[in-house]
């Protein structure tokens, strides 16, 4: 009953942060204020990302790694840094590069477990050249993931820094886990292209 007060509490959380880079990310271009209409604008934008994507993406998950100023050279020694595993997704761009994407990915966590991850990922994103080829971005993704090392996949709710570099359909995403010592504190990448 306690654990379930507290996803309870950690989904309404997710859910609010979620709702922050939805205000700059509005496709409507509304003038909603409080928590509702940020909570309108993020189901407006997953809504649109969902039924009016521009790019169907592969997510390729190859670095975990593991931040050596945190962790014990035993531990480190043993953690798999190499997450095989994949994806799918679906993405659309604004005029001036704001990303949104929804997504599913399974991949090897440190102990070679297989670890699930879906969720809904926003930037605030920028081109650099007059062809939009070349973009960058920083925004926030949340979801839900599970892992075997945590209650045998109990789900968890996630929300992290996420950060990207592209060159058109090619980008590089990456997000920082943060934890305690050695725990969390890793950083995560993939490829996302999208056709």
């Known amino acids: 009953m306690i654990i379930k007060k507290k996803l309870n509490s950690i989904m309404m959380v997710l859910g609010i942060a979620c709702t922050i880079p939805a205000v700059a990310a509005n496709p409507t271009g509304g003038n909603r204020s409080g928590v509702s209409g940020l909570w309108e604008d993020f189901k ?12 169907t993406d592969v997510y390729l998950p190859f670095l975990s790694w593991h931040n050596r100023l945190t962790y014990d050279k035993h531990k480190t020694d043993h953690y798999n840094e190499m997450p095989w595993g994949g994806g799918i997704g679906v993405s659309r761009y604004t005029e001036e590069g704001n990303w949104s994407g929804l997504f599913t990915m399974v991949f090897q966590d440190s102990h070679r477990e297989w670890q699930p991850a879906a969720g809904y990922g926003w930037e605030k994103g920028g081109y ?10 920083l925004g ?8 075997q090392d945590f209650a045998n996949y109990v789900p968890l709710p996630f929300l992290f820094p996420l950060f990207s570099a592209g060159y058109k359909n090619v980008n590089l995403q ?3 886990i943060p ?6 504190n890793v950083l995560f990448a993939w490829l996302r292209y999208g056709f």
């Open 44 to 55: 407006d934008d997953v809504s649109l990302t969902w039924n009016e994507p521009q790019y």
């Open 128 to 137: 650099f050249t007059q062809s939009k080829d070349v973009r960058l971005g």
């Open 140 to 147: 926030l993704a949340g979801g839900i993931t599970a892992r």
């Open 174 to 176: 990456f997000t920082y």
């Open 179 to 184: 934890g305690t010592y050695n725990n969390g």
